[in-house]
């Protein structure tokens, strides 16, 4: 299969060695991000699995190029998100491990990030970055709870490498859609949340626990309609994007 705009884009991504602060896992002490264990112990659903977001496409590119190999198992879980004539699927690698799976120099896209996010619109491109990179932190916000990560803001010496993969990311449309439809979601989780803390008087911790346990962290269809309305923006400044995984 030829290499596609993407493939070039995930091609810059991976040769950008970001490192925010080195060796940072001593800062928080036990390489928190690659497990979440401070959050993730009383889930047993949750436990031993490494779990890492894929943006659109990305999958397919680490298959084609071999850096799936890099891990024991692997499975893709994917989960659909469908409005009447739209439909996104988020993609998740799920790694059998209580350690840290990846080989650095291939780790994925959103582990080079984090913990600090792009914040992209499609009518300007990189606009803001972001310190609530995945729901943990927004349960840490919620909480009042202090950042298990230690990492909160890009170095001087780090900012022209954070860049340099938001360039990479923004001159493919559909990996733009992907960090945007990500924030999308991590938004309604954080409106359900605290709309449960709210309206049952409970604390963020208790809501988080029913709303699992009912599988509703998520509120799907505001999300189909926000997903909806994104690709519609897109559209709206010529931007084209397949928003199906795989291509
Ligand atoms: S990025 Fe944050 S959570 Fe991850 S190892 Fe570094 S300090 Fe720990
Ligand atoms: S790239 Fe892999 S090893 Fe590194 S933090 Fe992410 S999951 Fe852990």
Not at 76 to 82: A, D, H, M, S, V
Not at 124 to 129: F, P, R, W, Y
Request: hydrophobic share 35%; charged share 20%.
């Amino acid at each position: 299969m030829p290499d596609t705009a993407d493939d070039s884009a995930f091609d810059k991504i991976y040769s950008t060695d970001l490192i925010y602060v080195a060796d940072c896992w001593r800062l928080c002490g036990d390489a928190h991000c690659c497990h979440f264990s401070r959050y993730r112990s009383a889930s047993p659903s949750d436990r031993g699995l490494q779990k890492i977001p894929m943006l659109l496409g990305e999958y397919e590119y680490m298959q084609s190029r071999g850096y799936l190999d890099q891990y024991p198992s692997v499975e893709l879980e994917t989960q659909e998100i469908r409005s009447t004539d739209f439909e996104f699927r988020f993609e998740t690698l799920s790694i059998p491990t209580e350690g840290c799976p990846c080989e650095h120099n291939i780790r994925p896209t959103m582990c080079r990030l984090y913990p600090l996010m792009p914040v992209f619109t499609p009518e300007q491109g990189l606009v803001d970055v972001d310190t609530e990179s995945t729901p943990f932190e927004v349960v840490e916000t919620l909480s009042n709870s202090p950042r298990a990560c230690q990492v909160d803001a890009i170095p001087f010496a780090q900012l022209s490498k954070f860049l340099a993969i938001c360039a990479a990311i923004q001159s493919a449309p559909r990996l733009v859609f992907s960090i945007m439809a990500y924030r999308l979601a991590q938004n309604t989780f954080r409106e359900k949340l605290q709309s449960t803390m709210r309206d049952q008087n409970i604390t963020v911790f208790e809501a988080l626990a029913r709303l699992s346990m009912r599988n509703e962290l998520v509120d799907q269809p505001a999300l189909a309609t926000g997903l909806q309305a994104l690709s519609g923006q897109f559209e709206s400044v010529g931007l084209s994007i397949t928003t199906a995984g795989s291509r």
